[in-house]
């Protein structure tokens, strides 16, 4: 099952991925925007783990992290993923992964390219109009073997 795991750069360096909440094309996500097709819904939940890196990056953990969004396509076996009933709080497409992600299983990274940065900083900072307009921002693709050469990129800079 593809997954889309919301991440910083910090995970980039991680020998493997933990366990988390994730995002995915599930028939809860299907149901609720019945005009898209797979494709769609793929980048719907691309989409809300773009939105669930940056709330990662606003946690006091990820102070010192680099002002930029970044998102893991993983193909993870479905007895590792747990689909999370959608309420006020869970968006349909959510999805616990119970298990780590080896970098072997990941098919490709989504990063914010530099120009996104101002917004994702404000974003973290609690500015919503920040946060809507690094919602817009495209995040570009990365292939998995450009994992660490990515990683060595994402410094921030004071």
Not at 61 to 78: F, K, S, T
Not at 126 to 155: I, N
């Amino acid at each position: 099952m593809r997954v889309y795991l919301p991440a910083t750069a910090a995970d980039l360096t991680a020998p493997a991925l933990s366990p988390r909440t994730a995002h995915a094309a599930t028939a809860a996500l299907a149901a609720a925007l019945p005009e898209e097709d797979q494709e769609g819904l793929e980048v719907s939940a691309s989409l809300c783990a773009a939105d669930s890196s940056l709330v990662r990056l606003s946690r006091p953990e990820a102070d010192g992290l680099a002002d930029r969004r970044v998102v893991i396509a993983a193909d993870v076996v479905p007895e590792h993923v747990r689909e999370l009933a959608p309420d006020e709080d869970v968006l349909p497409g959510t999805v616990q992964v119970t298990a780590p992600v080896p970098w072997d299983d990941v098919a490709s990274l989504l990063v914010d390219e530099a120009a996104a940065e101002a917004d994702v900083r404000a974003a973290r900072g609690g500015d919503e109009a920040a946060f809507e307009r690094a919602a817009e921002a495209d995040l570009l693709w990365y292939d998995v073997c450009e994992r660490e050469h990515l990683a060595a990129g994402l410094t921030r800079r004071p």
